[in-house]
């Protein structure tokens, strides 16, 4: 039978990379003076799941470095080696390389041998240095101590053959008979038959009468050396044993299961018969001779590949279960099990859901209208039965709409990892909090904000966070904080990136903005000043770095997070730190709307655009020449932007005054939006123009609303910023 | 009737290529995602041989080995154990928790329906 | 006719009129002339009801409407092509297309039935002109009396001339 392995490769992929992300969150939260010993389980465990299916579906590159994350991971699981910092940053590194490889064999990039070559290289490096610095006394040279590792290496490379070293040594057994009632000649003849099994050598000579022991050391099976024997000697009277030299008292228990396993198979012997002569050379499975349920006629490889190796089980066990012990009360409580709670569904079916779930809030509205036509008290039924489907409709809707929902830890996550990198190069101490990682956003949203978060945290750690010398001159801890914090206040989320750092200047950033010819003035409030940062080309940084670059980035980041429907606010102080923060809505595909009415026609304007509705007198509308309309709000001159002119449509009342103006605000500039009349307030669903028409200026999106019909959503940003130019 | 495997590995991708290629032959395919879900399933199912991945969070399948063998229903049916370690150590421990025999991963579907295959046949 | 028989010579092979077996067509009428477009990209026909306008689109996008949830724009295919009386009433209809991955609606003067064409009643795209540029046209149908000009809607749909689709500029 054939399997195409390739449709499991994604799954794979996804696995792999949960995994890769697990690993590294081990690997930050790690303690290198006091390894937490789950946490290095879990990453060895996480670098074994990828080495098995890596194997499996023939992705050797990821094999070969896993097999090295594990080989390392496992000697410092067992304490055979101390968790050093630079093995933590080895690890990193081995899971960078990973990724890459990741992303190779999804067709997504090409993966660095080099790198990769450089890092198991490092990783070999660190492993040898354990193996010899754990065996000091031992006094051997560094060359044959390096062998085992090798060996090894070699044991994974071509797994599915045996290893021939080890068919070579075998193992040694301790057989111990009654010679009672053989006769000499039978004697000779059984020791010339087991010295031909392998090394004989006797512990008891003969001075000891009718009792025969000795040590055989022999690559074949207890079977083989019970076959041998059986003839001659009554079994009930044979004993073989694993020449066990170093067992602790620990372990006497663990030696009398495999002792009595050993006995056991004497059972056997007669089945196995057959199958002990011939030693096949294809291993990768096998069985236990005797073990329950195991097969009639066992292979001759199932005998070879169980040689069992006294000395290793002996070290092994005392090792593991010294780490189970320590480790198990916290493996018990902490228990996630992700997996067996959740499901893995496309993101499309979820979307085809909330799609239908729209729809299904529209027909509710329809039929609500229409219900309302009818007698409320003639028609009971059918007016408590429309409350109690739009009651269901809205909770169905929410529960919808929060499967796309996924916690901020998603993103947060990846930036003890940025922090801890920059930190070091540009040698200063930091600690990165996060509040809230609970909170959750949309789905859409969390792969959004991710890259402008990013820069503002990298900002934050480059020109925020002073270097140690001079927080400690200013009277501050050498080492500096940094937190990301989220939290939802009504329906949006709140994100910020705040520093105990140096502050904004204000005198620099006018002088700057001064510089490059930007509008200001000394008039200008903090707020406005502060917000100047995020101008394009803009950077106060003293010394340029690789790191938050040149001034580039800061107004992309503003750019990204106002095309999310967000927006950025700032608080500095001089000397005590900044706060960065970001507001963005819940969801992308639901928005909070005001619906406004031009002629026969409406619109939406997003409601977090809005800061006010007012029908102005004919005094406060003022005509500048050449550049249209202007209203007094407050003392405040606001261009007043007509929809109807900009959309070419047949309006019912045409003086200002007569209609209503929507205050409109956006990136700092404010405008007066003239529409006839407002109609309402919905949250509406978004539907995308562009996947059957093509973008329409002035118009971000399009709803379908309680009638059937569609109305545009208006892309208020870009009419305030069209209305500031034509002012300007 | 179709014999039942129960397959037990924390990895979702090896645990559906085996459950793929297991059911593509005609068994039944429980899969448990770790030793302790494969205990609660081994209770509730009635099973003809167990596929366990020996690395695992929660319970391991070592552990996993010695409780069904406690089990009167798990006492004689064969448990193979699903190990990327092919070294003696994990096999002797494997032997002493009651494993009927071993396969080393990496392995293809041909080789693990041919093992199967001498087991339960 | 001798001039076109020497035409149909010339046809190269890979033209989409020999290549289909069997082409079933969906006929109407744009005024004097009757055109078919090939019944797989026709979604359904439906009437012709409430209608968004957009702001600044050319005359003949009409708007978009709700087709079950999505947003479809409508093409008027008489003022496009400034043929007939672009009224609208009851009777007017509306063929919803699916072409090149999306959806849209075209209104034309009338549809008239569903044809099915044999290789032989199909002949190369004439050298006279219609309405419709011959770069449009997959070839000519002809049904008893009847001429139909075979329209290659998909290429007119996706096409610059209307504007449906984004065009990246080089």
Redesign the interface.
Same mark, same amino acid.
């Given at each position: 039978m054939s399997t195409d392995l390739e449709q499991f490769y994604e799954i794979f992929f996804e696995e792999s990379s949960e995994l890769l992300a697990d690993m590294e969150t081990c690997l930050l939260r790690l303690d290198v003076n006091s390894p937490d010993l789950e946490d290095l389980n879990a990453i060895f465990r996480a670098a074994h799941s990828i080495k098995g299916g890596a194997g499996t579906f023939g992705f050797t590159d990821m094999t070969e470095m896993t097999h090295m994350l594990e080989t390392l991971l496992d000697k410092l699981r067992k304490g055979e080696l101390e968790v050093r910092s630079e093995m933590v940053d080895a690890f990193l590194r081995a899971g960078d390389i990973i990724k890459g490889q990741l992303a190779g064999h999804r067709g997504e990039g090409q993966a660095d041998p080099a790198a990769a070559a450089a890092v198991c290289e490092e990783l070999k490096r660190l492993s040898d240095e354990t193996q010899v610095s754990a065996k000091e006394n031992l006094v051997s040279n560094a060359k044959s101590e390096l062998m085992p590792i090798e060996q090894e290496v070699g044991e994974i490379a071509e797994m599915a053959t045996s290893s021939p070293a080890e068919v070579a040594s075998g193992l040694t057994y301790c057989i111990e008979f009654s010679s009672a009632g053989i006769n000499s000649a039978a004697m000779e003849n059984l020791f010339a038959n087991l010295q031909q099994l392998g090394r004989l050598e006797k512990v008891v000579s003969t001075d000891e009468k009718e009792f025969c022991k000795f040590k055989l050391t022999t690559s074949k099976s207890e079977e083989d050396i019970w076959e041998t024997l059986a003839f001659v000697v009554d079994p009930a009277k044979l004993k073989i044993e694993l020449d066990l030299p170093v067992r602790s008292e620990i372990n006497a228990s663990e030696a009398q299961t495999l002792i009595s396993n050993v006995t056991a198979t004497a059972s056997s012997v007669g089945e196995a018969e057959s199958a002990a002569a011939n030693i096949s050379s294809e291993p990768g499975y096998g069985f236990f001779p005797g073990a329950p349920a195991a097969p009639k006629n066992l292979d001759g490889s199932d005998l070879t590949e169980n040689s069992l190796q006294p000395k290793s089980i002996d070290n092994g066990k005392n090792d593991d279960q010294a780490v189970s012990n320590k480790s198990s009360k916290k493996a018990s409580a902490a228990a996630p099990a992700s997996e067996a709670s959740s499901i893995r569904v496309s993101i499309e079916k979820v979307d085809q859901m909330i799609n239908l779930v729209g729809e299904l809030v529209i027909t509710q509205a329809m039929l609500a209208q229409t219900a309302s036509q009818f007698d409320p008290v003639v028609f009971e039924k059918l007016h408590s039965g429309m409350n109690q489907l739009e009651r269901n409709t809205r909770d169905l809707q929410e529960s919808v709409m929060s499967i796309r929902m996924m916690p901020i830890s998603f993103v947060f996550s990846r930036y003890p990892r940025v922090v801890r990198d920059l930190a070091a190069k540009l040698n200063k101490r930091v600690e990165l909090k996060t509040v809230g990682e609970n909170t959750e956003l949309d789905k859409g949203l969390i792969e959004k904000i991710a890259d402008p978060l990013t820069h503002l945290v990298r900002n934050s750690l480059d020109h925020g966070i002073e270097i140690p010398e001079k927080r400690v001159a200013a009277g501050k801890s050498a080492q500096g904080t940094i937190t990301l914090r989220a939290f939802h206040q009504g329906g949006s989320i709140i994100i910020e990136v705040s520093d105990d750092g140096a502050g904004l200047n204000r005198g620099k950033i006018l002088a700057k903005a001064k510089e490059r010819g930007l509008p200001v003035h000394d008039g200008m409030t903090d707020q406005e000043v502060w917000l100047l940062i995020f101008e394009a080309g803009f950077s106060t940084a003293e010394t340029v770095t690789d790191v938050s670059g040149r001034g580039v980035g800061m107004d992309v980041v503003k750019r990204n997070i106002q095309g999310m429907g967000g927006r950025i606010d700032i608080e500095s102080a001089l000397g005590v730190g900044t706060r960065i923060s970001i507001r963005l809505p819940l969801t992308l595909a639901i928005l909070d709307g005001l619906s406004v009415a031009v002629g026969d026609q409406m619109f939406i304007v997003p409601l977090n655009y809005i800061v006010e509705s007012l029908q102005p007198t004919a005094a406060d509308i003022k005509t500048v020449s050449g550049h249209g309309r202007v209203v007094q709000v407050r003392g405040e001159y606001l261009p007043v932007i007509a929809l109807h002119e900009i959309f070419n449509l047949h309006p019912n009342v045409t003086a200002v005054h007569e209609g209503i103006l929507v205050i409109l605000e956006a990136e700092g500039y404010k405008a007066a939006l003239f529409v006839d009349d407002l109609i309402g307030q919905h949250q509406v669903v978004i539907k995308s123009l562009e996947s059957n028409y093509r973008r329409v200026q002035g118009v971000s999106g399009a709803t379908i609303m309680g009638d059937g019909k569609v109305a545009l959503i208006l892309d208020t940003a870009a009419l305030v910023m069209a209305s500031q130019q034509e002012a300007v | 009737m179709a014999k039942t495997i129960l397959a037990v590995d924390d990895s979702a991708s090896i645990r559906q290529m085996v459950a793929f290629t297991l059911k593509g032959a005609g068994y039944e395919v429980i899969q448990a995602v770790d030793g302790q879900d494969a205990l609660d399933k081994a209770n509730t199912h009635k099973v003809n041989l167990v596929l366990t991945d020996i690395n695992m969070p929660r319970m391991d399948g070592l552990q996993l080995l010695e409780l069904l063998r406690q089990l009167s229903h798990y006492k004689t049916i064969p448990i193979l154990m699903l190990t990327t370690e092919s070294g003696n150590e994990i096999k002797a421990k494997g032997r002493a928790a009651g494993a009927t025999g071993w396969l080393v991963k990496p392995f293809d579907p041909k080789r693990l329906l041919e093992v199967i295959g001498k087991v339960i046949g | 006719m001798p001039h076109e028989q020497s035409k149909i010579g010339t046809i190269a092979p890979s033209n989409s009129i020999t290549s289909h077996l069997a082409n079933e067509f969906l006929t109407f009428r744009l005024g004097e002339e009757e055109y078919g477009i090939e019944i797989l990209k026709v979604q359904e026909i439906r009437g012709y009801d409430?209608i968004?306008?957009?702001?600044?689109?050319p005359e003949f996008i009409k708007? /978009? /409407?709700?087709l079950?949830? #999505?947003? %479809?724009?409508i093409i008027d295919m008489r003022i496009k092509f400034r043929l007939g009386n672009a009224d609208y009433d009851q009777f007017t209809v509306v063929i919803i297309l699916n072409v090149a991955g999306? %959806?849209?609606g075209i209104v034309v003067d009338g549809v008239s039935d569903v044809i099915s064409l044999g290789t032989d009643q199909m002949r190369p795209t004439p050298g006279f002109g219609s309405v419709i540029d011959t770069e449009y046209i997959m070839g000519l149908g002809t049904v008893d009396e009847r001429m139909l000009i075979l329209i290659d809607i998909e290429k007119l749909m996706s096409s610059s001339d209307m504007?449906? #689709?984004?065009q990246s500029i080089n």
């Open positions: - | - | 409430s968004t306008h957009i702001a600044n689109a708007g /978009v /409407v709700n079950r949830g #999505i947003i %479809v724009p999306r %959806v849209m504007g449906l #689709i984004e």
